[in-house]
């Protein structure tokens, strides 16, 4: 098992942006998660090592997901943010390389501890 590590977590008001990056970027598909308090855990992008992307319907718009394999990152930019995108974020990937990706929890296999982000009214 691999233990990713994310960071750019924060507090910031309604409207402003935030860039999460997760580290290492495994050579297989990766993907962020985030649960807010009192809510089960939720997808919210996923990206294959051939940069196709899935997005949850509450980010798409607004959320980009991107990987730079050769910086073994993976960042999750995040505009426009909204009070409902407060949760703890999480990065996931797979151990073994795949050809396609999934907002499903129970697709992953590696996970990190996360970052919070908070967004105020």
């Known amino acids: 098992q691999v233990r990713l590590a994310e960071s750019g977590g924060g507090s910031v008001p309604a409207g402003r942006s935030l860039r999460l990056s997760c580290s290492p970027s495994i050579y297989t598909s990766m993907a962020w998660f985030r649960q807010a308090p009192g809510k089960e855990r939720e997808g919210v992008a996923c990206?294959?090592?051939?940069?196709?992307?899935k997005y949850a319907d509450s980010v798409k718009g607004r959320f980009t997901i991107s990987r730079d394999d050769a910086k073994t990152i993976v960042n999750l930019f995040m505009n426009s943010l909204e009070p409902e995108d407060t949760g703890m974020y999480y990065c996931?990937?797979?151990?073994?390389?795949?050809?396609?990706?999934?907002?499903?929890?129970?697709?992953?296999?590696?996970w990190g501890r996360g970052t919070q982000v908070t967004v105020s009214s």
């Open positions: 996931a990937s797979l151990t073994k390389l795949s050809s396609s990706c999934a907002l499903m929890e129970t697709f992953y296999t590696n």
């Open positions: 990206i294959t090592v051939n940069g196709e992307t």
